[in-house]
């Protein structure tokens, strides 16, 4: 399969997507060196404080890509149970956008800790989920757009559950939009069908580009939008 670079500017908005590396450690979650169940360079924290109870293991069935998901499936109805990653490093007065694909049967908050001098910190819910409200035993796509104060020095992300049941989470990105977003576009020998059905194969190698951002803010634009590219040796092709 070849590929084509594209620059994503339309209009009044731009995608918040970009070729830049991803700042956290194995956001694949593909391995558990220690069998701790948790993914290596995450930790797991149990509130048992507040009356959480959890456990933890990588799962090889249910997943969005690579070989593993992280899984945490909280047994209590009380308290935080939740795997995070730490001292991840951070500009000032920057632009960062988070991502990650969640499956959820309990409500599940989405985190980044933005910690500044004197170990004070900002956080960001960047996505939520309750229990019988459309994303059970769904995955979604959940993405936000941050901005650093102008003290940050480092990050925390955390998936939190705070019910009980089971919630799963893949491909988590955390990466710096200070350059124009571009992407990388596959293309393919036949080109899809113009019907707004996204079932043809040609699309399921396309990358989800979301959020979409009004252009020249760090706002996302609304109403929330996905979509994908594919390209022929002669015609770009959009869905959203």
Known sequence: MRWLWVWLLWGTVTVAAALEPNLLTNGGLEGDADGDGVADGWVAEVHRHEGGEGTFALDARTKVQGRFSQRITHTSERGWVRV??????????????????VKADCRFLLIVYAFRNGNQYDTFVVGTGDKGRGTDQEWQLVAGVITTPSDARSFKVSLVTDSQGPAWVDAVELVLLERPPVTLVPTVPTPPVLDGDLSDSCWQNAEPLTPFLELGTPRTAQPPTVARLVATNTHLFVAF
Do not use: E, M, V
């Open 84 to 101: 995070s990653q730490t001292g991840i490093p951070a500009l000032p007065n920057a632009r960062y956008l988070f991502r990650c694909w």
